[in-house]
């Protein structure tokens, strides 16, 4: 494990100098202006420039090209410059040619100079200068349009769902609400809704509704949210997270075997309402609060609300008799991190010969003498009962036999 944390170590002084390089290297170059800002009720096409900055006279190369959601009708001139030690600037021109028909609101698109950054030989780690200028072009609002956001608010006992709403179009809206959907833990469909307003041009309100809070668990739940205002409709749908991903150790070993290769076992139970992956245990064996071992679990993935065993081998073969503290720290992905959660089990050691003096152990021990000291009482009674069985056959036959004998018995009577 040393050699181990010493590479980790290594690396990430590596990524601190490549971190400090990349920092110096932006520095170095600019965008000027960073942001164009194109409105298409007044322009079908636009030319611009803007320029790239060589701060520091640096000697390099830099490719330019368009990216983002109105990409397609913008045109480079030209797609890679070319830097001398004694060059201040050098500027991009491009031409923006709007389609016959531009979305209400902001559309977007990135020229993107891309400047190739110096790389670690030893490490082979190279990355790339990135700077953007943003091209946003301000598409016409219809008579009628209303923009939604979605967020929530969670009191004690009940999650507030809230519609935020704006009037961006050319005319007042008289009559506008939002209906929420969800699902609740039972997965079945929740639906409130706001109370009935009216919004004026350019005015920004927050339509609310409640649920209860026992509705729900902790977990991702979708919700979707419908804002009607007269005669349209906008959907917009996000998800409610309460709580965060826990993942719980439900069982470990209270005995193992000293000197010995031992199977062990770890139960996990996943609390969270979606799937979490990569799930793995780093434990820490400890005697008297010193640590004597240390490995790690293989990774598994943990369905929503189910518990899954991690079944592996520790080698104890130098580990003697004795009570051991065992610190199993579970590494998963929460959300947006690495997070983790530690459990400490106490775990005993026994020889062997010992093993009769653990109650789990000699409970089923004591079991199954008692299973074996019965069988000789089952085959006594099983083999009494087919005996008169047999008896019985024989009896039923030799009385058959002797039928004539009883018949005229009988007549002579």
Do not use: C
Request: glycine share 6%; proline share 3%.
């Amino acid at each position: 494990m040393k050699t181990t944390k010493k590479q980790t170590v290594g690396r990430w002084l590596v990524w601190l100098v490549l971190a400090l390089l990349m920092l110096q290297l932006v520095t170095a170059i600019g965008i000027r202006p960073a942001k164009t800002t194109v409105l298409s009720e007044e322009v079908s096409s636009y030319q611009g420039t803007f320029w790239v900055v060589n701060n520091d006279q640096m000697e390099f190369t830099a490719k330019v090209l368009v990216e983002g959601e109105m990409a397609q009708y913008i045109s480079l001139s030209p797609e890679e410059l070319s830097f001398r030690s004694d060059t201040d600037a050098l500027p991009v021109n491009f031409v923006l040619n709007l389609p016959s028909s531009v979305p209400p609101g902001s559309s977007t698109a990135n020229i993107v100079v891309e400047q190739e950054a110096l790389s670690s030989q030893d490490n082979s780690i190279s990355s790339k200068i990135i700077l953007k200028h943003k091209i946003l072009i301000q598409g016409p609002y219809p008579d009628k349009y209303v923009s939604t956001k979605l967020n929530f608010h969670e009191a004690d006992n009940t999650i507030e769902f809230v519609s935020e709403v704006e009037n961006l179009g050319k005319l007042d809206v008289d009559k506008i609400l939002t209906r929420f959907y969800v699902n609740d833990k039972q997965q079945n469909q929740q639906s409130i809704q706001t109370e009935e307003t009216s919004l004026k041009t350019s005015e920004n309100k927050l339509l609310k509704a409640s649920l209860g809070k026992e509705l729900f668990e902790q977990g991702e739940f979708e919700v979707s949210a419908v804002t009607e205002y007269d005669g349209q409709q906008v959907e917009l749908a996000k998800k409610l997270i309460l709580g965060e991903p826990q993942v719980k150790v439900t069982y470990f070993n209270q005995f193992l075997l000293a000197n010995k290769i031992n199977e062990y076992t770890i139960d996990l139970l996943n609390e969270w309402n979606q799937k979490i992956k990569n799930v793995f245990v780093d434990v820490e064996v400890k005697k008297d609060n010193i640590k004597i071992d240390e490995f790690r679990t293989k990774s598994v993935d943990l369905e929503a609300e189910l518990s899954k065993r991690i079944s592996d081998y520790y080698d104890a073969r130098d580990v003697n008799t004795g009570k051991y503290t065992f610190d199993l720290v579970i590494n998963f992905w929460n959300l947006v991190r690495m997070d983790q959660a530690l459990y400490t089990f106490e775990t005993e050691f026994l020889e062997e010969e010992s093993i009769d003096n653990v109650p789990a152990l000699a409970g089923r021990a004591a079991g199954d003498a008692e299973e074996q000291s019965s069988l000789p009482w089952l085959w006594i009674v099983g083999g009494g009962m087919v005996l008169i069985m047999i008896l019985a056959i024989l009896f039923i036959v030799w009385r058959y036999l002797h039928r004539e004998e009883y018949e005229g018995g009988d007549g002579g009577l």
